[in-house]
Every structure is written in structure tokens, then in C-alpha cells.
């Protein structure tokens, strides 16, 4: 047991250091291994994306935990930014109504935990601050002017100026192994002189920030509208459903979770050895989302604990590229923390991962050598048939403006 504590701790030590991005931006991430499950709930709902309409009285709510019960004095700092995340040349008080850098008051240590963390709250807007107009959003968080770790969210003027319908019958295949979206962007209400510089379209599947599409090129402009039909950048390869497991005590056991054991100090769930999928595997899945949940506990915010999750895939080593376990947990971050090591012995990819005790779902994603757009048909296979969630956003800046505007949004049925 002391041999296998002492190669846990290692693993902890490596799992959470090795933070080397090879993927596009992400809706989060941390720059240290002490901030854990950064997780962004709009107007209580987890499974909402991190988008608020502002015509609405929604809130967004950041959390993250930093792995110890010492008071760590963390203050926020917000900034708009255009379509393509880049800091808008915009004063601070064209945006926000209030004062920057604030700190965290709302702050609590983990209870019965063997991983000792204190839970950290931040809700948007309160009475520090309020933002004042639409588009996209990146909130720091800081401590002692460093960066330990990141959100990226939009407000939106939720003006209904989009619609889309998703069909697996494509231009490339009929279906097979593709879905493609045919869009329709009705911009008469607004005025809009040159459409190709004024309106940005990106196209999101599954929140995905490896494989959106942005700004694809229409095949008709009517005066009033953009119509975007037979457009192969809206083609996206199908994939799969996600795949599952769920956590929510250390004492049951639990869907998809071979074993659960306790190695002196740290819990450890051994996932069931999944293989590569040569069919469509319909399930119930969220999409990537997860959920914390401790089913024995008051707040599982707080009382939720920590354990390494042991992931494992039967498969030939795949040649030419990295494998990556995949889904909101990871922010959209395909980076050496999330990667999976070929084990010769056991024919088989595996990685360790640190989360918190709840429901998640996965998917494995291959990244080819020298891309960042990650592959779901080698582990996972793409059917039409699989269930996507896709996410449209429309930014809008008026000739002489000086920011981009978010001015409709859709997720497509």
C-alpha cells in the first residue's frame, strides 16, 4: 500500500503540472495544478452553455477549487474581447459597470474530504460589477497579479435573427458519416452596408473550440439575408454518442465503473476497459456535460471528494498523433493532462485523471501530428445518427464601431 500511495502521489504531481496546450481557445483553463474543476452554471441550470441572453434577469456562476484549505486571496478581472477572443479597443467603462479586480469573498473549505480543497464562487452580475453590452467575455482570475486560471463566456442581445436545420443527407455523404447544417442569417432589421465585414458566423458542435467553424463564406446574400446551403465548411464529421460513468458515493458501484479502492491517502475508480466503436452506439448522453454530485451529501460542492479515474482503451497503437480523453471537464483542452500513454503490455491506451466526484461524459479524441483539430473516427467512429448539439453565434460590428457585438444565438433542434 505504501508503494502504491507513493506512485499516486506521483501521478498527482505529474497529472496536474503537465498543462502544454496544443488546442484553440478554450471556454477555461488553469495555469497552475493547485485550481481543479472550473465549471461555469448559467441561471442555475448545468446544462446550459455559458451564454446569457441580456434581455433577461440570468446569472453565470464560476467556480473552481484550489487544492488546500489555505485562504488564498483571489480577485477577478474582466475584459472584452471581439469575435475572435482577442482584447477589444474599448475602454473599461464602455463595458463595465463598476470596478474591476474585486476579490473572492465566497469561499468555503472542503468537509470529510481526503483531498483538503476550498471551494471558490464568483456570480455575475453582483453588486461590484455589471457588464453593459453584448459579445464575448474573458474573466481572469488572479492572485497577486498572476493569472491561475481563466473563463471565457458571452452575453448575447438575443435578437432571433438565426435558423438552421441539421440533416445527415450531405455533400459529401448520404447518410454516412457527416452532418451538415444549412443556415439562414435574416439581417434586415439591422443595417448592414458590407455583410463579409460586418457579420461573423461561428459554428460550435458539442462546445467544441477544436473544430468550430468560423465565418464560413455563404452561398447566397438576398440584401436582407445570408443564406448558407450545399456550404461544405458547415460539414461536420458526426462522430458518436458520448461515453458515460458516474461516481456519486465511494461506497456503491456506479455506471461504467469497474472498481472502486482506497489507497492510503486517495480514492481510485477504475473505469470499465472500453473499446473502439465499429457501429453507432446510442445512449442518453448530455453532450459532454458533467455534473458534481455526492448523493450522501448537503453540498456537494463542498463535500464532494477528489479521486483518480483510471481510463482505459483496448486498441492497436495508432501511429502519427496523440489520443486525448475529451469532454467539458477539460474546458475543450486537449493538453498533456487529458492525453492517454499506449501500454505495450496491455495493448491499450491509458490516462489517469484527478476529478471530483459526480456524472461525466467522454470521448476519446485523436489530434494528427502537427494539427489541433481533433479526429473522433478512430476511437469513436462517426455515424449520422449521432445526437450533436451544435451552438451558432452571430457577432455584428457596424461600420465605424469599435467592438463586435453578439447579436443572436441558436442551438438548432
Known sequence: MKIFANIAKGCLFLILTAVSPVSKAQWFGS?????????MIVDNDWEKPPVVDMASDATIEFSFDEM??????????????????????????DYLDGFNDETIDDWENSINTTFDYTHYRLTIPNNEVRLKISGNYRLSIREDDHEVAYFRFCLSEGKDLLSCTISGNTDIDAHDSHQQLDLTVNYGSLTVRDPS???????MQNR?????????APTYDAGSKLTYEHCRE?????????????????????MNVDRLSFHDPFYHATLMQDTRRHAYKYDFDHNGRYLVRYNQATDSDTEADYLFVHFNLASERLTGGKLYVSGHFSGG??????????????????????LKMGAYDYQYIWVPDG??????????????????????????????????RLISTLQPE
Open 234 to 254: 458547415l460539414i461536420f464529421t458526426a462522430g458518436n454518442e458520448f461515453r458515460r460513468f458516474e461516481v456519486v458515493n465511494m461506497y456503491d458501484y456506479f
Open 208 to 216: 467544441r473550440t477544436d473544430n468550430q467553424v468560423r465565418n464560413p
Open 333 to 354: 483542452n486537449l493538453t498533456s493532462r487529458y492525453e492517454m500513454k499506449y501500454n505495450e503490455t496491455e495493448n491499450s491506451y491509458q490516462a489517469t485523471i484527478l
Open 31 to 39: 495555469t497552475t495544478d493547485r485550481i481543479n474543476t472550473l465549471r
Open 371 to 404: 494539427e489541433t483539430d481533433g479526429r473522433t473516427k478512430p476511437a469513436e467512429g462517426d455515424w449520422y445518427e449521432t445526437k450533436n448539439e451544435y451552438l451558432i453565434l452571430l457577432y455584428y460590428r457596424q461600420r465605424g464601431s469599435r467592438y463586435d
Open 68 to 93: 488546500s484549505h489555505e485562504y488564498h486571496r483571489f480577485t477577478y478581472h474582466i475584459q472584452h474581447c471581439d469575435a475572435q477572443w482577442q482584447p477589444s479597443d474599448i475602454l473599461e467603462s
Open 197 to 203: 465585414k460586418e457579420l461573423y458566423t461561428v459554428v
